[in-house]
């Protein structure tokens, strides 16, 4: 049964640093891997997707990577603003059969302080 | 449409009445998928459809919830008999290819509170 975890928990940083989101899962045989952000009283927002022949995707200050044999992806966030504060949710989507569901980890609560 | 959009966006209920949660996906998207999110949790899988057909419908807690996309774009998720526990955020989201395996847009939710 596929398990994702999401560390830290939560984080707070200073305006300006660097900082690294951590999800990990346990079976490997995954299609894809996704970061969503979760802000209060909104939807998700899908950030990256990573397919599992990829090691890394980018977005503006957003890369996100994927080591599909040890189970594990990091969000890397660059120069943090306030406005990055958010839950930052990470998903993975099976690949056996037609198992096209996405399997969650608990986010990573950020703030960061002006 | 712009987006995912989801109505009610709060609803309010007695133990023991019915509800249905109305999710209408991006135009010309294929998949949309139901989920459930309880107060700092993640999402949880409810189910999928490709098109009009349920393509998977295993999250789904028990037989008082059902969900189905007849003409393959609006779909309704229909709790009966609702009870406290079935409080929680009800999200839809939908996906350009069939089995959701590219990116997953959501709407806002749906905040359901069963008193």
């Known amino acids: 049964k596929q398990e994702v975890t999401q560390i830290p928990a939560a984080l707070s940083v200073p305006e300006g640093e660097n900082l690294v989101l951590n999800c990990s899962f346990t079976?490997?045989?995954?299609?894809?891997l996704q970061w969503f952000r979760q802000d209060p009283g909104k939807g998700l927002t899908s950030l990256l997707l990573?397919?599992?022949s990829q090691r890394e995707q980018t977005s503006g200050r957003l890369n996100a990577s994927l080591d599909k044999s040890s189970g594990r992806s990091t969000l890397y966030i660059a120069a943090s603003q306030p406005g990055d504060s958010a839950t930052y949710l990470c998903?993975?989507?099976?690949?056996?059969?037609?198992?096209?569901?996405?399997?969650w980890g608990l986010g990573t609560s950020l703030a960061v302080n002006p | 449409g712009a987006g995912v959009s989801q109505s009610p966006r709060y609803k309010v209920t007695k133990r023991g009445q019915d509800v249905a949660l109305r999710c209408d996906p991006i135009?010309?998207?294929?998949?949309l998928y139901w989920y459930r999110q309880a107060l700092g949790q993640g999402p949880e899988f409810l189910t999928y459809?490709?098109?009009?057909?349920?393509?998977?419908k295993s999250g789904l807690p028990n037989d008082r919830f059902s969900a189905e996309r007849p003409e393959g774009s609006i779909s309704t998720l229909t709790i009966q008999r609702t009870e406290q526990r079935d409080s929680a955020m009800y999200r839809c989201?939908?996906?350009?290819?069939?089995?959701?395996?590219?990116?997953?847009?959501f709407g806002p939710g749906t905040r359901l509170t069963v008193l």
């Open positions: 989201a939908s996906s350009s290819l069939a089995g959701g395996t590219d990116t997953q847009y």
């Open positions: 135009s010309g998207h294929v998949s």
């Open positions: 459809f490709n098109y009009e057909a349920q393509q998977d």
């Open positions: 079976d490997s045989a995954i299609y894809n």
């Open positions: 990573i397919q599992s």
């Open positions: 998903a993975v989507m099976g690949r056996a059969g037609n198992n096209r569901k996405l399997i």
